[in-house]
């Protein structure tokens, strides 16, 4: 394996900045994911992740406990907690590439973007499984 488009999700899970709070955490919780890349005609404007939802919500279990969901979330869109600007690779980069910056920004994804399009996500959590896999390292 060397390049990011072998290991990473193409069939990803995504919310538009208009999109509700609400609606980030019931997808969330439904794909059991940690973050969603914020797509605007196609384009990555932004991701939001379980933290910018536990910061906006004040609930550190927010995608575990509905009982404590609030109607205010569906009138909060995804743009008010989203951070701006993720950072992107192209399928072609290297594993390596992603793995490092994964480390070194202390995040736990990147959106995979070709001719600023999105094509996939990396996570922390394909790199670990693709060294799982018969005959990896």
Same mark, same amino acid.
Request: no cysteine.
């Given at each position: 394996m060397n390049t990011v488009a072998e *290991?990473? +999700?193409t069939d990803v899970v995504v919310v538009e900045p208009q999109n509700s709070i609400? +609606?980030? *955490?019931?997808?969330m919780r439904l794909g059991q994911m940690r973050r969603l890349p914020v797509v605007e005609n196609g384009v990555v404007v932004g991701i939001i992740t379980s933290g910018d939802l536990r910061r906006i919500t004040g609930l550190a279990s927010v995608l575990?406990?509905?009982?404590?969901?609030?109607?205010?979330?569906h009138h909060i869109p995804v743009a008010n907690a989203m951070s701006h600007d993720p950072i992107v690779l192209p399928p072609d980069a290297p594993i390596s590439s992603a793995a490092r910056l994964l480390v070194e920004q202390k995040i736990g994804g990147l959106p995979i973007v070709q001719e600023g399009r999105l094509v996939g996500i990396i996570t922390a959590s394909?790199? $670990?499984?693709? $060294?799982?896999?018969?005959?990896?390292?």
């Open positions: *290991i990473m +999700t609400a +609606t980030a *955490i019931r997808l575990k406990d509905p009982s404590q969901d609030n109607f205010l979330w394909d790199l $670990l499984e693709s $060294l799982m896999e018969p005959g990896a390292g």
